[in-house]
């Protein structure tokens, strides 16, 4: 199928580790990136082709993937990191789709 | 330094038409493919379109396909959206985004909103 699954929220305490999941068949076969979108910005690359970090990215950001999951960490979680983070695939080779989106509470 | 800048987005009845634009910058704009994403208020991002560099392929999510039309001019740097048949659920934001060669939205606009509304 087509869709990808993500936790409608997760919250943490500042310092501590947040993990998001998104899962989705065609993650098996397909890569994942993620986003973070702030209130009324732009959504911002946070890891593409699974686990990579564009340049700018802080290091607390990591992604691993396991079968047909992959994993967005954020270690060390910052009141800043409060946003909603998306995850995004490319279904087959005329079509994508993002995760419904993750709502991260820090606090 | 990249700059993806839309325009065109407004207030428009349900059956209405509206043409959106994107101005590209401060990249080899031919190189790239451009994709249209929106978001509904208070929703999720929903891809919508997509081109190639050179405009040869060009794909649609299956809620606008017949009914939105994707197209680029690289000599001016712009792509283009022309919303046909609107209906009051296409009201959202409508972003464009670059997309590198390996699959990646690198870069987006800021966005310009879409309201279906009678």
């Known amino acids: 199928s087509y869709e990808l699954t993500q936790p409608s929220s997760v919250s943490v305490s500042p310092g501590q580790t947040a993990r998001i999941t998104c899962s989705g068949d065609?993650?098996?076969?397909?890569?994942a990136r993620w986003f973070q979108q702030k209130s009324g910005q732009a959504p911002l690359l946070l890891i593409y082709?699974?686990?990579e970090r564009p340049s700018g990215i802080p290091e607390r950001f990591s992604a691993s993937t396991s079968g047909t999951t992959v994993t967005l960490t954020i270690s060390g979680a910052q009141v800043e990191d409060e946003a909603d983070y998306y995850c995004?695939?490319?279904?087959?080779?005329?079509?994508?789709?993002f995760g419904p989106g993750t709502k991260l509470t820090v606090l | 330094e990249v700059q993806l800048v839309e325009s065109g987005g407004g207030l428009v009845k349900p059956g209405g038409s509206l043409r959106l634009s994107c101005a590209a910058s401060g990249f080899s704009f031919s190189d790239y493919s451009v994709n249209w994403v929106r978001q509904a208020p208070g929703k999720g991002l929903e891809w919508v379109s997509c081109i190639s560099g050179s405009g040869t392929y060009i794909y649609y999510a299956d809620s606008v396909r017949g009914r939105f039309t994707i197209s680029r001019d690289n000599t001016n740097h712009s792509v283009f959206l022309q919303l046909n048949s609107l209906r009051v659920e296409d009201t959202a934001v409508y972003f464009c985004?670059?997309?590198?060669?390996?699959?990646?939205?690198?870069?987006w606009g800021q966005g310009t909103l879409v309201t279906v509304s009678s």
């Open positions: 985004a670059r997309e590198r060669a390996t699959g990646d939205i690198d870069y």
């Open positions: 995004y695939s490319a279904a087959d080779n005329s079509n994508y789709v």
């Open positions: 082709k699974d686990t």
């Open positions: 065609v993650l098996a076969k397909r890569y």
